[in-house]
């Protein structure tokens, strides 16, 4: 008979497997559950080599998505065949303990609100990790996306999902990337949803906020560049096809979109990594 100790962590293994399923879509299940299992490892890992490109690559499970698109690949691609040096480290964040939410107050709460040595719940600061990154890689999920209207009390410290309360967490989080210019930041562009996860009103709320960060937010000259995720997965600026979503009501990228935005993406990256942020696409797209 097979021990009690060993059924019981069996039985926690399934339920765990199914909630990734049920939480991230089929593809997901895998990665979701070693994140929701497994311990986060270091930030900054042994053996990042000094005279390397270093990236940090932050995410959620629709930034997973594209990672497993072919980053890794693509990267050492592009290194072999131009010569760089770009080595690039992917991590969830925020992590666990802390909720497992990336919308803009999350960010402002572990980078704006905690500094220094004072982190909340275990979560890296920006000074832990600028002098060991020369880039690093942000994003909120799809579900930041879920927004609801200006209540009229604009509050930085809210994490109530308003236009008005996301802008002044995007506000001062360029303030604080600004302090660290030594260091290049690649910040998406608000991942769009299916059609059928969201409602018309929505989905403008979030195309609005989309367009304020492109337009307003965005400064030349500066080390903060936009990857424009939105541009690749929403053609309309508004809803993620289903077509290219892993189901009718799941708005990760599927496999076909998830390459295609990994390609786009290194080469985004490798255009702000090389000083040309400010001269090429948004997207990645080559001139």
């Not at 069996?10 to 997901?28: E, H, I, M, Q």
């Not at 059928?196 to 979030?206: H, I, R, S």
Request: some cysteine.
């Amino acid at each position: 008979m097979r021990p009690r100790g060993v059924l019981v962590a069996g039985a926690v293994v399934v339920v765990l497997g199914l909630v990734a399923v049920l939480t991230f879509g089929r593809p997901f299940a895998a990665r979701a559950y070693h994140r929701l299992a497994d311990r986060q490892p270091a930030m900054v890992p042994d053996g990042l080599d000094p005279a390397a490109t270093t990236v940090l690559y932050l995410h959620h499970s629709t930034g997973l998505a594209v990672w497993d698109g072919g980053v890794p690949r693509l990267v050492e691609r592009r290194n072999a065949a131009e010569g760089t040096d770009l080595q690039v480290v992917e991590r969830a964040f925020p992590h666990r303990p802390y909720p497992w939410d990336n919308n803009p107050y999350d960010y402002w709460n572990a980078w704006v609100n905690h500094s220094g040595d004072r982190r909340v719940q275990g979560q890296a600061t920006l000074e832990d990790l600028v002098g060991a990154y020369d880039v690093i890689v942000w994003k909120d999920c799809f579900l930041a996306g879920d927004m609801v209207p200006d209540d009229g009390r604009p509050d930085v410290t809210s994490p109530v999902r308003t236009p008005a309360n996301y802008r002044l967490q995007y506000l001062a989080l360029r303030d604080a990337m600004h302090r660290f210019p030594g260091t290049r930041f690649v910040v998406w562009t608000l991942p769009p949803k299916v059609a059928t996860d969201t409602d018309p009103a929505t989905a403008e709320l979030a195309r609005q906020f989309a367009s304020w960060v492109r337009e307003e937010w965005d400064q030349p000259g500066d080390n903060v560049f936009l990857w424009d995720y939105r541009a690749i997965a929403a053609p309309d600026d508004l809803y993620l096809p289903a077509a290219w979503a892993v189901g009718e009501r799941d708005s990760h990228p599927g496999t076909e979109l998830s390459q295609r935005a990994a390609a786009l993406f290194v080469q985004r990256l490798v255009d702000v990594a090389a000083g040309r942020g400010d001269r090429t696409p948004a997207t990645g797209a080559t001139l």
